[in-house]
């Protein structure tokens, strides 16, 4: 559910993407803002609980599965999928220089592919999930194409 919360942080990471920003060494251009996905926020979520239930701080859960295996597993059919983390900062400001100041996590953030993300936060620890969905008409095109090639 799309809370005051939630405007808040989405129109900070569109702030950052909209002006641009240096990732370690590299100057990333502006790119198009992101909008708000409820299915995203709800994967970073049970991301954030399987790490405090586990007591752990990774990109990889306890059983090896990565953000685009998790995502899909509650339905997100996508394109493009990443994950930035965080643990222990206080509020949004600060996770989001944090991962500003990471060349990686920046690049993440910067992305020009994403089209959507979800962030949750439960207790110490920040997940933001990134994406951008799959066509499902190029989808059902696929899948056709892959069936006749099987039958021949």
Known sequence: MFSQRDQLILE?????????????????????????????????????RDMKRHNYFGHY????????????????????????????????EEVLNDWIKSSSHCEMLMDPRVTEMGVAKLDKYWVQHFGKPADPNKELIRQTQKRRRSRN
Not at 69 to 83: A, F, Q
């Open 61 to 92: 859960s306890k059983s090896g599965k990565d953000v685009g295996t998790r995502v899909e597993k509650i339905g997100y059919k996508w394109l493009v999928v990443g994950e930035n983390l965080g643990e222990g900062q206080h509020s949004f």
């Open 12 to 48: 900070k990471v569109n702030e950052v993407r909209e002006k641009g920003c240096r990732c370690g060494r590299i100057k990333m251009p502006a790119v198009k803002a992101v909008t708000w996905n409820d299915q995203l926020e709800y994967s970073a979520l049970l991301h954030a």
